[in-house]
């Protein structure tokens, strides 16, 4: 896809010409979902070549982080419901990126690792993340992408 298409792709949603949004206009939760569908847009036409969306991405960098935790710790880290999160994590080890093992210290859980295939993913997806965030910073400005990020680091 061409640069101008894509950035057509991933245009700020204006509302319909002439239609007001009334008091929604004070209301920071309409505005936050906005640039989250907007955010959420751009993220998965920047990752389309990995096929992976904005939940996966962030199990697989949790797992990362953390190799070896189980799922109830990943699915309170992230605030995924546990159900989804077990069909996320089905997703993910039928692309062989992460592999489920019994734990050590509970065999009622599983520890979730990243495998090689994982790993090598993972590397790609960040530099297809990395641009994704650069075309953040490109729509907002670097100053008030990094200063709504310090924001919303104090609430999650």
Do not use: C
């Amino acid at each position: 896809m061409r640069t101008a298409e894509k950035a057509a792709a991933t245009e700020w949603p204006t509302p319909k010409e002439g239609l007001g949004i009334g008091q929604l206009e004070n209301h920071l939760g309409y505005f936050l979902r906005r640039l989250q569908i907007w955010v959420f847009q751009d993220f998965i036409q920047t990752l389309r070549p990995m096929k992976v969306r904005p939940a996966q991405y962030s199990v697989l960098l949790v797992i990362e982080a953390n190799p070896g935790r189980s799922q109830a710790a990943i699915a309170q880290t992230l605030s995924i419901e546990r159900a989804r999160l077990a069909r996320l994590l089905h997703v993910l080890e039928k692309r062989k990126w992460i592999s489920r093992r019994a734990s050590a210290s509970d065999a009622r859980s599983h520890s979730l690792y990243l495998t090689n295939d994982g790993e090598k993913a993972l590397t790609r997806i960040k530099i297809l993340a990395k641009r994704h965030e650069a075309q953040l910073a490109g729509f907002i400005g670097p100053r008030r992408r990094q200063q709504l990020l310090d924001l919303l680091r104090e609430f999650g």
